[in-house]
């Protein structure tokens, strides 16, 4: 029986495309299938971690969490992502023509080619649907955006094959958006600021890492 092939993404950096934001902007996902052998284990942590006087963890989310509880998330992911894939790709925002950013336009095609790049080279008739959850957008025409982007390189790629699902659900209520964050985390620190730390952890599980404008050598600001 084909299986579900589920991806999770995140986005790294903001929109302030000027000196006084951030360098890049990041977008990642872990791609996998049932059976979640993670959920268990993170369960157990976030209750380790109440009992051991961590009371106000909510959920996970790596720019906020304690040091220590990154250790454990990412041994968590270190010994559940054997099936599990993780693909990247890095905005440098000063590469970015002005045109691109017209409108809703990026993301609409940081979303293209992001969707592209991870669903390169999979052989997708092997799976019965592909299900793609983001965190929840809250304004209305970014959501749009993200979807026309999506759906630009979907119903190309994808109709003839399989079917495919769009959601957008609040991170707090699922533990591979969670780990996604983490991900996307690792990947934007090691871009923005050197950090290699993290990144160190989780590299063997990156499928892709693509700096959409490398060969780009024109700065705008």
């Keep these: ?14 929109f302030n495309f000027s000196n006084t934001g951030t360098k890049h902007f990041t977008l990642s996902c872990i791609s996998k299938t049932r059976p979640f052998e993670a959920y268990k284990v993170l369960y157990e942590l976030k209750y380790d971690l ?7 963890l909510e959920y996970f989310h790596a720019s906020e969490d304690r040091q220590i509880v990154r250790d454990q998330i990412f ?20 590469r970015a023509h ?3 950013l017209e409108d ?8 293209s080619c992001f969707i592209e790049n991870s669903l390169k080279d999979l052989n997708i008739s092997q799976y019965r649907k592909l299900i793609i959850i983001t965190d929840r957008i809250p304004i209305k ?25 769009i959601l957008h659900h609040d ?14 985390w690792a ?19 990156i499928k892709s890492e693509i700096d959409i404008f490398e060969t780009d050598t024109k700065l705008y600001y």
């Design 1 to 14: 029986m084909k299986k579900d092939l589920y991806l999770f993404i995140d986005e790294g950096g903001d």
């Design 50 to 56: 109440m009992e051991s006087g961590l009371i106000e």
């Design 75 to 94: 041994k968590i992911i270190d010994k559940n992502f054997r099936d599990s894939k993780i693909n990247s790709i890095i905005v440098q925002k000063n």
């Design 98 to 100: 002005p045109k691109v």
């Design 104 to 111: 809703e336009r990026f993301y609409t095609d940081m979303f």
């Design 141 to 165: 025409r970014k959501r749009n955006a993200v979807e026309k982007g999506l759906k630009l390189v979907l119903s190309e790629k994808l109709t003839k094959f399989i079917e495919y699902t």
């Design 171 to 184: 991170s707090k209520s699922n533990f591979d958006l969670q780990l996604a964050d983490y991900c996307n």
């Design 187 to 205: 990947i934007y620190r090691k871009w923005e600021r050197g950090d290699l730390r993290s990144y160190d952890l989780i590299k063997k599980f």
